[in-house]
C-alpha cells in the first residue's frame, strides 16, 4: 500500500461508542494502514482510563497509525466559547501526538469571503507549523469548493489548504472538472464515498451526510470519476480518507463497517488509481 497516502479510515465511519482498542483492531484486521480521530473520539479513549502512553502502546501494538486528525469549528466567530477554543488546542495536541501534519476544518456559519478569510487567517497563525484542511460541505458556510478555495487563497497562508470529500462534492451538485494547478496545490487531503442518485431535501442534507452515506463506489455518483479527478490534477493526498458515515453500515458492526468499507475503497483504486495499492 502507498505510504504516501494511506488508506485510512475516518473516525465517523466507525461511529462514537466504540473502545478505542476495538476501533483499531476492527481497522487494522480489514487492511487499513490507518485510522482517524475526531477530538472528542480521542477524549472518549481518554475517558475509558487511557493515557498517551497506552493509546501510543495500542496502535504499535496492531502497527498502525493515526493518519487524519479533526475537527475544528467556529474558528470563525467573534466570541468563541471555550468549549470550541480548547478543543482546537486538542486537535493540535493529537497532531504532535500522532505525528500527522494537517487538521480537517469545517464551518457551518455563512460569511462573506473577505471575512472568513481573515479568520482562517487567524486560525493558521494560532496553528503554526500544522496545515489546516478547510472542507468545503453543501450546507455549510462554504458550501462548495469555489467559494472554500477564495477563501483560503484569500486568506494569503502557506498552511490553508482544503479537504475535498466526495460526498459533498457531489451533493453540491458539482461536475467533477479539471482542477488548475493553483487549485491542485491547495488541497492536502481527500475523504471518498458515495451516495444515492436522490439527495435528501435540503432542509435536511445534513441528516443525510451524518447517517446515510454509502460506501466507495457502491451508489449513483461514480467515486472513480472523483478519484480520477484528483489523479488528474496532480495531487498527492496525505491522506485517503475513507468516511462512510452510515447507520445501516454501522449496525452491522465494527468488523463489518471496516471490511465493507475497505473492500470497496480497494475495488475503486484498482479501478481509477492502481499507484496506490502498490
Same mark, same amino acid.
Given at each position: ?7 485510512? !479510515? ?12 476495538? $476501533? @483499531?483492531? &476492527?481497522?487494522?484486521? &480489514? ?7 475526531? *477530538? ?39 466570541? $468563541? ?7 482546537? %488546542? ?40 500544522? !496545515? ?15 467559494? *472554500?478555495? &477564495? #477563501? #483560503? ?23 467533477? $472538472? ?9 488541497? !492536502?487531503? !481527500?475523504?471518498?464515498?458515495? =451516495? ?6 435540503? =432542509? ?15 451508489? =449513483? ?5 472523483? #478519484?480520477?479527478?484528483?489523479?488528474? *490534477?496532480?495531487?498527492?493526498?496525505? @491522506?485517503?480518507?475513507?468516511? #462512510? ?6 449496525? %452491522? ?26
Amino acid at each position: 500500500m502507498s505510504k504516501e497516502s494511506p488508506i485510512t !479510515i475516518s473516525s465517523w465511519t466507525l461511529g462514537e461508542t466504540c473502545l478505542f482498542e476495538d $476501533r @483499531v483492531k &476492527a481497522a487494522k484486521e &480489514a487492511g487499513y494502514e490507518g485510522i482517524g480521530l475526531r *477530538a472528542e473520539t480521542y477524549v472518549d479513549a481518554l475517558n475509558e482510563g487511557l493515557t498517551d502512553q497506552d493509546i501510543l502502546a495500542i496502535l504499535e501494538k496492531y502497527d498502525i497509525k493515526v493518519t487524519e486528525v479533526e475537527y475544528i469549528v467556529q474558528w470563525a466567530e467573534e466570541h $468563541r466559547s471555550y468549549e470550541q477554543k480548547y478543543k482546537e %488546542q486538542m486537535c493540535f495536541h493529537m497532531c504532535r501526538l500522532f505525528n500527522v501534519g494537517h487538521i480537517n476544518c469545517g464551518l457551518m456559519e455563512n460569511y462573506s469571503i473577505d471575512y472568513t478569510a481573515q479568520k482562517l487567517k487567524e486560525l493558521c497563525g494560532r496553528a503554526g507549523d500544522l !496545515i489546516i484542511g478547510v472542507e468545503p460541505m453543501p450546507y455549510s458556510g462554504l458550501p462548495d469548493f469555489d467559494k *472554500a478555495y &477564495a #477563501v #483560503v487563497d484569500a486568506s494569503g497562508c502557506d498552511n490553508a489548504m482544503l479537504i475535498l470529500d466526495t460526498w459533498h462534492w457531489v451533493r453540491a451538485d458539482q461536475p467533477y $472538472r479539471q482542477l488548475t494547478a493553483e487549485q491542485a496545490a491547495k488541497v !492536502i487531503s !481527500i475523504q471518498i464515498n458515495d =451516495a444515492y442518485d436522490r439527495p435528501y431535501a435540503a =432542509a435536511i442534507l445534513r441528516d443525510e451526510s451524518m447517517h446515510d452515506r454509502l460506501a466507495p463506489g457502491t451508489g =449513483a455518483k461514480d467515486t472513480v470519476g472523483f #478519484v480520477n479527478m484528483i489523479k488528474e *490534477a496532480g495531487i498527492t493526498p496525505k @491522506v485517503i480518507g475513507v468516511e #462512510v458515515i452510515s447507520d445501516a453500515i454501522l449496525a %452491522q458492526g465494527l468488523d463489518y463497517a471496516s471490511q465493507h468499507t475497505y473492500d470497496n475503497t480497494v475495488k475503486v483504486l484498482k479501478e481509477a488509481w492502481p499507484e496506490q495499492l502498490v
